[in-house]
Structures are given as C-alpha cells and as structure tokens.
C-alpha cells in the first residue's frame, strides 16, 4: 500500500510563477516530513523539512505547508526558475518509536517542468 | 568533502547471476541506508544500519537480498539468482545519526538491468 502518494505526475510551470508540489500520506503515525529533489543521473538531495508541530517551513524560495487534518502537504516554489526543473520527491518518517524510525518513506514523485 | 559514493555505476546482469552493489557513506556517518527505485516509482526502503545496533532489514523483499556493513563503514548490497524485476536504481544514503534532524545524503545510485 502507498503510504505517500504524490498524485501528479508532472507539472509545468512558466519562469518566475509559482510552482505548487502536492503530498498526501495516510499514515498517522508519521510526524516528521521531507521534500527532496532529484536530477537525472544523480540521487534525491534534501530541500526542505517540516516536523508536525508546524503548519509552515520556510527557506528562501521553497515553502513546505503540513495540514495534519488532511494529511496533506505541498511544496511552493516563489519564484520558479529554469533551475528548479527536476523531479520531486515527498518523504514522510516517525520521530521516534519503533524499530523502522529511521527510515524515510517516498512518493513517487513529480517531474517539474519550469519553461524559460 | 567526499559525498556518498556507490560502485558499480551501472551493472547488466543475466537472470539467476548473483550481483554486488557497493556504497562508500560520507566519513564519520554511523547511519547508512539502502533504497531502491523501480521504473516509475517511488524510492522503497530495503534496510538501515545504525552504528553497532542491529540492522532494520524490514523492506527486503525477499531472502535473495542480503546487505552487509563492514567496519561501520563501507556496505554491500547482495542479490542472489537475480530476477527481471529486480531491475532498479539502487540507492544508498548515509547520515550522521538516524536521528530525524539528521538529514540522509545519498549517492548516485547504480542502475541494475537484468536480462
């Protein structure tokens, strides 16, 4: 079953607009939660983290937003550059308890398209 | 300083051939992870280690899978009589602790196909 799902597979996105990253995740045991980008050839680098005693991160260009109701989540990227096109993984994990705490489960990710 | 690196590169196998896949974690990372991404998907969890405690092998998918870390440094990834769907991107993070404020840094990966 997929814990954390990420149902768009690709979003395009013109130059100096705001790019908008959705999550969902259906396991309430998760309280700590993790973007990460992806180029081609590379592996996944870390962006962004929020823990679930926050409704909001914020660092630079990047907002990461939680709605624990909903369990929910979304990246925001203001303003989108050319930079920014790869593809985006949402990751979810438990603070604590359990002997699988450590690791992180994925998305399937979302190929981000930002045009010129 | 040295990131996470991880050999071979890329790696075309026959079916039922065993492979190994090797990972080097940043210097001083007691924590390493083994991930795997198949076509179109997510990345999966396979296995952690954490420092001398023993290893969360909870995403194995079968007993074909087998991970070693020697000296709390360097691991090895083995599959055994490989199968066509094993074919992934197999991923190997580290980080300092396994601590949640201990972000995962991961290497390039390599790309298994087996035929």
């Known amino acids: 079953d997929q814990q954390v799902k990420q149902n768009s597979p690709s979003l395009s996105v013109q130059e100096g607009r705001i790019s908008i990253l959705n999550c969902d995740y259906t396991?309430?045991?998760?309280?700590?939660f993790l973007w990460y980008k992806k180029y081609p050839a590379e592996g996944p680098t870390f962006l962004i983290s929020?823990?679930?005693?926050?409704d909001k991160n914020e660092d630079g260009r990047f907002t990461v937003f939680l709605n624990k109701s909903a369990k929910h989540l979304s990246l925001h990227i203001v303003p989108s550059q050319p930079g920014d096109s790869a593809v985006y993984f949402c990751a979810a994990r438990r603070l604590s308890g359990g002997t699988s705490y450590g690791k992180l489960t994925f998305g399937q990710g979302t190929i981000l398209t930002v045009h010129p | 300083g040295a990131g996470v690196s991880q050999s071979p590169s890329n790696k075309v196998t026959e079916k039922g051939k065993d492979v190994e896949l090797r990972c080097d974690p940043i210097s001083g990372h007691t924590a390493l992870y083994w991930y795997r991404q198949s076509l179109g998907q997510g990345l999966e969890f396979l296995i952690y280690f954490q420092g001398n405690s023993a290893p969360d092998k909870s995403g194995l998918p079968s007993d074909r899978f087998s991970a070693e870390r020697t000296g709390g440094s360097v691991s090895t990834l083995t599959i055994q009589r490989t199968q066509q769907e094993d074919s992934a991107v197999y991923l190997c993070?580290?980080?300092?602790?396994?601590?949640?404020?201990?972000?995962?840094?991961f290497g390039p990966g390599t790309r298994l196909l087996v035929l």
């Open positions: 929020i823990s679930s005693i926050k």
């Open positions: 396991n309430s045991m998760f309280d700590y």
């Open positions: 993070a580290s980080s300092l602790t396994v601590q949640v404020s201990e972000t995962q840094y």
